[in-house]
Every structure is written in C-alpha cells, then in structure tokens.
Nanobody
C-alpha cells in the first residue's frame, strides 16, 4: 500500500520556522517529481513548491519564494519543506504529493499520490 505521511507541522509565531517532512512507503518515488501544496480554511488547495526527481530543479509559488526551501533524500524516500520567516497567511494544512512524471508541475492534476496533510498554524 502506497503511503505518504507528512510530519513537522505545528503552531509557531510569525517570523519563526518549521521543517516539514514527508515519508513515502509502499514504493519508491525516486523517479517521480514531488511537491508540496496547502489548503487554508475556505480556500482551494494551492501549489507551494515542486522538485524534480533528481533534485536538480525546484519551483515555488510567488508567495513563498525566498522563504521556503524544498529538498529530497531519495535514499530515505523522504521529501522536506523548510519554512522560514513564516507569516500568518501561511496558516494551512500542508500536503505532500508524488508526481506522475519526473519533472513536476504546479497543477494538482499532475500528482497521483497525496498524504493526509499536516497542520501549520502561524500566530501573529
């Protein structure tokens, strides 16, 4: 059974940092792009960041550019999201996802597998 399990969420003050992890099991995703998305209450799920299968290329939403860093460890089948300078508007449930191809996309439809999400709350 394929599973993506996020961890590392929590409550943090504005300006603080969190590091999210996403552990994959059931199959390897070493040859798939991986991504992070988020969904705030009452809003649609939105793209945060994506990384290619080999980690050589990344992309970010404008809203997180320069503050968030995506990375992966294929040996551990794990995806990460380092979040710095957090803002209250970053509050959301964060989801990791495994892409259909090696190169990734900002579109939700390009991802086949999803985790259950981890809550990130940033207080002002």
């Amino acid at each position: 059974q394929v599973q993506l399990v996020e961890s590392g969420g929590g409550l943090v003050q504005a300006g603080g940092s969190l590091r999210l992890s996403c552990a994959a099991s059931g199959r390897t995703f070493s040859f798939n792009a991986m991504g992070w998305f988020r969904q705030a209450p009452g809003k649609e799920r939105e793209f945060v960041s994506v990384i290619t299968w080999d980690g050589t290329s990344t992309d970010y939403a404008d809203s997180v550019w320069g503050r968030f860093t995506i990375s992966r460890d294929n040996a551990k089948n794990t995806l990460y999201l380092q979040m710095n300078s957090l803002k209250p508007e970053d509050t959301a449930v964060y989801y990791c996802a495994a892409g259909r191809t090696r190169w990734g996309s900002s579109r939700l439809s390009a991802f086949d597998y999803w985790g259950q999400g981890t809550q990130v709350t940033v207080s002002s």
